[in-house]
């Protein structure tokens, strides 16, 4: 029992390694179903739109399907319209596009995993190059090779040019190898990329290595405290309601959170060396509704529109 | 124990995602077998369009009004609208907006069906190999007897080898305009979520209480129902058998139910979490709480309308 618990709490602590290679081992899984199942070259003229649109329609979809599971995602546009200067407040406007900016890359993992494995895999790739109409690609591709190559490079994919076999076979190999290069170099560029946006996030980072995973562990206790008094909340009130709605009695006052709190709540954290606060709910708690010297107008401002409603 | 829990809590998060998932998924694997062991491309002039436009169209039809059935809101804004004013039936731009958004959610499962069918490419190689228009784009520079062949084509029954060839077009345009359905689908999906959270009222976090408050009300509605229903249920059959008079029942009365039961309006003077909660802190007992001054529909908080005691949560 020990030697589980143990084990279990390994895999738990391992979360994010994990949730990545689910989202890698899916992908995988899913590149070869359409391959196998689904894709076949139409060895005509269209190779090319149909070898680029099974390249990046999915990507497409990955990347928008990222966009709609990203919590942050919806805490920065619920009620932005309502209230503009929640997320462009005075003198911080680029804190919005940061902030969609950082959404944007942690949304890039799972297609950049599509496209490399489905580069690693050549399929197609090799169908969209074959149906190329470029002649400086046709140069590059059909060199050394009879001329038929130029004319009939769109069949090569099934094996029905009017060259040898061989030939053939050359082209297909040489088409495959050219994906696997270009997959290979997504993958190091992409994992080198990330590591200099870490090494670099990590280098600005006003907190240091220990208070960072204190600040981590903070995030997810309180995550789960948030869940959980909502729950008994909600549970309280609606069970005062509908006593009151099946007894037909006067509802006892509740209290709750008021609109303006709600709100100071929902924002972006941001953190200052001063206060150390480890969210936005820790920063309400501790100063309340009032300002704080440090704070900027950004807190006015929402404050004030907030009592106008 | 535990480990029930944490899956009981995933399900009640992302509930709706794991149902958009399920019907999904659902969707496409009825397309599948349907493909698979119902469509046989009759192989004809006359036939291949209409054949393949109705195993593509009609089962989507189905599924949209099928959609609209099982939403727990389009009975909400039916129910009883015969009988009461057309006021609160909600006509003008509050019905057509709540309308609006019912046929945007019961259109998920007719676009996954036409989607996936288009991946699959049976139905769509059928009634393009029969389209006239079509044959002649793809029978441009070929000889007469293409034109003539091309409805044979989805049962690899052409002569010449170089308009069976022609399939393997058909099927890439079929899987083309298949991904191109999907791409576009997500991306207006992506905006009107967008849209729609940003004219949200309220922020975030109470956007997130509401919802889980929701829920349990929902819970609790119908174990409070059950309970008193039984209760009225024992004491009716009781005092029939045993000839007595019942005694009295403090039940809501029609005009109550009839005030919880209509569609959802949004006060920003008054935020409250559903018109239960509305009715129960209304200011005089007497007061109705179907219109004031400043009610209006707002279309990210559509899921208040889609509870009911028989339906699963959010579904």
């Given amino acids: ?309 | 124990m535990e480990k029930f829990r944490a899956v009981l809590d995933l399900h009640l998060k992302h509930h709706s995602a794991l149902g958009y998932g399920l019907v999904t998924l659902l969707t496409a694997g009825g397309e599948r077998i349907f493909s698979a062991v119902v469509f046989q491309c009759p192989c004809s002039a006359a036939w291949n369009l209409p054949y393949g436009l109705v195993f593509l169209l009609v089962p989507a039809l189905a599924l949209f009004l099928l959609g609209y059935v099982l939403s727990a809101r389009t009975w909400r804004l039916i129910t009883g609208c015969g009988c009461r004013a057309r006021a609160s039936c909600g006509c003008g731009l509050r019905g057509s907006l709540v309308c609006a958004q019912l046929s945007a959610a019961a259109a998920l499962a007719p676009l996954t069906w036409v989607a996936v069918a288009l991946l699959g490419g049976a139905f769509y190689e059928c009634a393009a190999s029969g389209s006239a228009v079509l044959a002649q784009r793809l029978c441009l520079d070929r000889d007469h007897s293409c034109a003539a062949e091309l409805p044979l084509v989805p049962c690899h029954e052409a002569k010449a080898s170089d308009v069976q060839d022609l399939l393997k077009d058909l099927k890439a345009q079929s899987q083309v305009l298949g991904w191109i359905l999907i791409a576009a689908v997500i991306i207006i999906l992506l905006i009107f979520t967008c849209v729609s959270r940003c004219l949200s009222p309220v922020s975030f976090l109470q956007l997130k209480f509401w919802k889980i408050y929701l829920e349990q009300e929902q819970q609790i509605l119908k174990s409070k129902a059950t309970e008193h229903a039984t209760e009225l249920a024992k004491e009716n059959v009781k005092c029939f058998f045993e000839g007595s008079h019942p005694k009295e029942c403090n039940t809501p009365s029609v005009k109550e139910w009839q005030q919880i039961s209509s569609l959802y309006t949004f006060n920003q003077k008054d935020p409250y979490y559903s018109m239960l909660h509305k009715y129960v802190n209304r200011k005089e007992k007497t007061h109705s709480i179907r219109s004031t001054e400043g009610d209006t529909v707002i279309p990210v908080l559509g899921f208040v309308d889609s509870s009911s005691i028989n339906s699963t949560p959010g579904l």
């Fill in chain 1, 1 to 309: 029992m020990d030697a589980f618990q143990g084990i279990l709490k390994f895999f738990l602590n391992q979360k994010t390694v994990i949730g990545y290679s689910f989202m890698a081992l899916l992908t995988v899984g899913s590149e070869r179903l359409f391959s196998v199942v689904a894709f076949k070259c139409p060895c005509s003229t269209e190779n090319m739109t149909y070898g680029l649109v099974f390249l990046f329609a999915p990507a497409w979809v990955l990347l928008i399907l990222g966009f709609f599971l990203n919590n942050r995602s919806w805490r920065l546009f619920t009620g932005c319209c309502v209230n503009p200067r929640k997320i462009f407040p005075r003198g911080h406007s680029c804190r919005f596009f940061y902030v969609l900016g950082q959404i944007t890359l942690s949304s890039l993992v799972a297609p950049v995993m599509w496209l490399s494995v489905a580069l690693l895999n050549g399929t197609f790739y090799e169908c969209a190059m074959s149906g190329t109409r470029s002649s400086g690609l046709l140069e590059l591709i059909c060199k050394g090779k009879p001329k038929e190559c130029w004319e009939e490079l769109h069949k090569v994919s099934c094996g029905k040019t009017s060259m040898l076999p061989t030939i053939n076979e050359e082209l297909k190999l040489s088409l495959q190898a050219q994906s696997q290069i270009i997959g290979w170099c997504l993958i190091c560029s992409a994992s080198f990329f990330s590591l200099l946006t870490t090494c670099y996030a990590r280098c600005r980072s006003k907190v240091s290595y220990l208070q960072l995973s204190f600040w981590k562990t903070y995030a997810q206790k309180e995550k789960e405290q948030l869940e959980n008094t909502f729950l008994d909340y909600a549970n309280k009130l609606s069970e005062r309601n509908l006593k009151c709605f099946f007894e037909n009695k006067r509802p006892d006052p509740f209290p709750m959170p008021t609109f303006a709190a709600w709100e100071a709540a929902s924002e972006l954290h941001s953190f200052h060396q001063s206060q150390q606060h480890y969210s936005t709910l820790h920063r309400v708690v501790d100063n309340g509704l009032e300002l704080s010297p440090e704070d900027d107008e950004t807190t006015m401002v929402l404050v004030g529109t907030a009592h106008n409603v």
